[in-house]
């Protein structure tokens, strides 16, 4: 077998796997090389999806609920729910998705390998090779670019001259088994879940997720929220097996350089509000075969062509992007007694009748509804700025 590629991509994620999957349709020669020894291994990810999302990406999973609404919790206990008519999203099996879109990837003609972990990239002037190894085989192979779809740990972005991705946090999660929960919801409590949320989703009939974001200490706060969902009865007390993930919380310096482009939780391609990185490392993964399809047609690698593919979901995303990023600093900011102060303040203004009824809810978008939520709760607008840029 010939082991030169157009295209070989590292990760066989949800962004790697539906890259691989468009660029084989275009009738590319694409190698993905995944580590694990199998697609959908060891996911760690709730699974929630927009539904707009997952309908417009075609995606194919196993769906365990359609959820049209969610219940929003202070540190009091006191909440707010927000329902619309209409599925807002779809909470499906991660592995399920990911083994689909390696299906839908080697039927297009891509071509995969499992056990096999990338070791070395190198680009050089007519092509780029990747060491790798797979039970203790050294393997080399060639191609014209390289994808770096390999998640946030993975260090060739760095190794590349792409820099890395400082701001990250901890999300982790544990099956449950459930009382009577038969909603999405959203717990706010800095001390609890200090800087982020946490999250209790259902799944299966009387089973669901319970997990949370921290810059620290992932399994010991999941602990404490798995102990006390149990003492509010809302979780049967069981025996739990925690999974911890890296999520970015900012981008890549430079997601291209000389034959290399990163895409996917590797470029900080996540919204900052909730940490869902799948379906912006899709909509990247689009931008990213359109600037290929155009290096291949002009032979063209040079970090200056790829920059195409850098401007173009910068130009997508960054709007959302800094949006989330300013309201993640606020956030940090409140303390609990604010965070109540504010529920009661929504609740007052009728603010979720008016955020579910408007045309600008997007579960995917969340700029407009931010800034909604920041006219509607008539914050002081000074101190709100002074705890922004602080
Ligand atoms: C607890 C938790 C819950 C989450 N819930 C949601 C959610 O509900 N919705 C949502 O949209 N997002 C969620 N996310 C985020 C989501 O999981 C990621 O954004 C998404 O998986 C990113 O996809 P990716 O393809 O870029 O990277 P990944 O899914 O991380 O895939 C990277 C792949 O590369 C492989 N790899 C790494 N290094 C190498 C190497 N050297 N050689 C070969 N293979 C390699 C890895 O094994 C992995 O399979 C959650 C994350 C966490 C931690």
Avoid at 154 to 181: H, K, S, W
Avoid at 224 to 230: C, G, K, Q, R, S
Avoid at 235 to 256: K, M, N, Q, R
Avoid at 263 to 268: E, K, N
């Amino acid at each position: 077998m010939d082991d030169t590629y157009d295209v070989i991509i590292i990760g066989a994620g949800p962004s790697g796997s539906y890259l691989a999957a468009q660029l084989a349709h275009m009738s590319y020669r694409v190698l993905v090389l995944e580590q694990k020894s199998a697609a959908g291994q060891d996911a760690c990810c709730t699974g929630i999806i927009g539904a707009e999302a997952y309908r417009s990406l075609f995606l194919e999973a196993k769906i365990y609920r359609k959820a049209r609404s969610a219940k929003f919790f202070a540190p009091s206990g006191d909440f707010l729910r927000l329902e619309r008519e209409e599925t807002q999203a779809y909470i499906v099996d991660r592995s399920s998705l990911d083994i689909s879109l390696y299906q839908r990837a080697e039927g297009a003609g891509a071509e995969f390998r499992f056990n096999t972990a990338a070791k070395v990239v190198t680009p050089a002037e007519k092509s780029i090779s990747v060491r790798a190894e797979s039970e203790n085989e050294r393997l080399e192979f060639t191609a014209q670019v390289v994808v770096l779809a390999c998640g946030l740990t993975c260090r060739f972005p760095q190794e590349l001259g792409m820099g890395n991705i400082a701001n990250f946090a901890y999300g982790t999660q544990a099956e449950v088994p459930l009382n009577d929960i038969d909603e999405v919801e959203v717990y706010f409590d800095q001390e609890r879940y200090p800087d982020f949320f946490g999250w209790l989703v259902p799944t299966t009939e009387g089973h669901g997720l319970a997990g949370l974001i921290t810059d620290e200490k992932p399994v010991e706060y999941l602990n404490d929220m798995l102990t006390h969902l149990e003492e509010q009865g809302k979780i049967v007390p069981a025996d739990h097996h925690a999974c911890v993930g890296l999520i970015p919380f900012d981008t890549l310096p430079e997601s291209c350089n000389n034959r290399v482009i990163a895409l996917g939780d590797a470029a900080g391609q996540v919204k900052p509000t909730t940490g869902g990185g799948i379906y912006y490392g899709m909509l990247s993964a689009q931008i990213a075969a359109q600037t290929l399809h155009q290096a291949f047609s002009e032979s063209d690698f040079s970090a200056g062509m790829l920059s195409f593919y850098d401007d173009g979901w910068h130009r997508r995303l960054d709007n959302e992007l800094k949006s989330g990023y300013r309201s993640r600093r606020l956030y940090h900011k409140l303390k609990n007694k604010q965070l109540d102060r504010w529920l009661q303040a929504a609740r007052k203004q009728d603010l979720p009748r008016q955020v579910a009824e408007g045309q600008d809810f997007s579960f995917d978008w969340h700029s407009a509804v931010v800034m909604k939520i920041v006219k509607g709760l008539s914050l002081n607008p000074i101190e709100l700025l002074r705890m922004m840029r602080e």
